[in-house]
């Protein structure tokens, strides 16, 4: 069964103008999402030059705390603000890892520049 079907049609009005900032929140939700990510590229690129670690803990630490606080604020549950956070997190930092095995570091015989 379709959701609505069957209920009165100022009810499925409303869902309709629901639903439809529902679709815009979720593509707002992509675009910052993927503007995230083209930075985190950056900061993959610039940890794999330079022979930085993929993932940062005490940094990761950090961002937890305060998305958790943020999200209580905003009466989001902390502990799916968290999730979603070391959700995204471990994506980057696959990223990392693969940008690093593929990109020689800097100063080393391999880099073009030594
Ligand atoms: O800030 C960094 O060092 C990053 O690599 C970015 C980022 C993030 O996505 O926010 C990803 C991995 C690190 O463990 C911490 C944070």
Known sequence: MTAGSG????VLEELNRLRSSIDNMDAAL????????KI???VGELKATHGLPPAD???EARQIARLRALAADARLDPEFAEKFLTF???EVVRH??????????????VDGRG
Do not use: K, N
Not at 30 to 37: D, G, I, K, P
Not at 96 to 109: C, K, Q
């Open 7 to 10: 209920a009165a049609p100022e």
């Open 40 to 42: 985190t590229q950056r």
């Open 88 to 90: 995204v997190v471990a």
């Open 57 to 59: 803990p005490e940094r």
């Open 30 to 37: 992509v675009h910052l999402l993927a503007e995230r990510f």
């Open 96 to 109: 990392h890892e693969a940008i690093a095995s593929e990109r020689p570091l800097a100063g080393s015989p």
